[in-house]
């Protein structure tokens, strides 16, 4: 059997990266991590789910690009610094936001979408122990 020829298969072979032990002894730390799902790294299904996953980010960039023109580079850069600063706004990590201050920059503050209805925080299945939360939010963990 040649040896180089089995050495350049894999070498080109593509390692899988769900596979791989993600916590410390080997075994991946499910509470802090959550649930492993395949459906996460599969590839689109239909070409127009990409579109709709991306639609906010297109919008934003139009936006961005007609207010560059019709204002100048000073209107995009005030307003993009601004998303910065209320995506920086938090309650602690066991708390849900509502992201009113982006809701307001963005003017989506005023339509209902299957977000506002959909995604009532007592109705989440995520819920951990708020003292663990924050500290590994911090770090301390």
């Not at 980010?57 to 995009?76: C, E, V, W, Y």
């Not at 850069?77 to 809701?103: C, G, H, T």
């Not at 209805?117 to 663990?132: F, V």
């Amino acid at each position: 059997m040649n040896t180089r020829g089995l050495r350049s298969q894999l070498k080109d072979s593509v390692p899988v990266a769900g596979l791989c032990p993600q916590g410390a002894y080997g075994v991946q730390d499910t509470l802090r991590s959550g649930f492993t799902s395949v459906k996460n790294e599969l590839l689109p299904s239909h070409p127009l789910e990409l579109s709709e996953k991306n639609f906010q980010l297109n919008q934003d960039k139009m936006n961005f690009s007609t207010l560059r023109n019709i204002q100048g580079l000073h209107a995009p850069l005030k307003l993009q610094m601004e998303y910065r600063a209320a995506r920086q706004i938090q309650r602690l990590p066991f708390l849900q936001s509502s992201n009113l201050a982006v809701d307001t920059l963005r003017g989506s503050d005023d339509s209902i979408g299957f977000e506002d209805i959909l995604n009532d925080p007592a109705q989440s299945e995520i819920m951990g122990e708020p003292h663990m939360m924050v500290e590994y939010k911090l770090g301390l963990l």
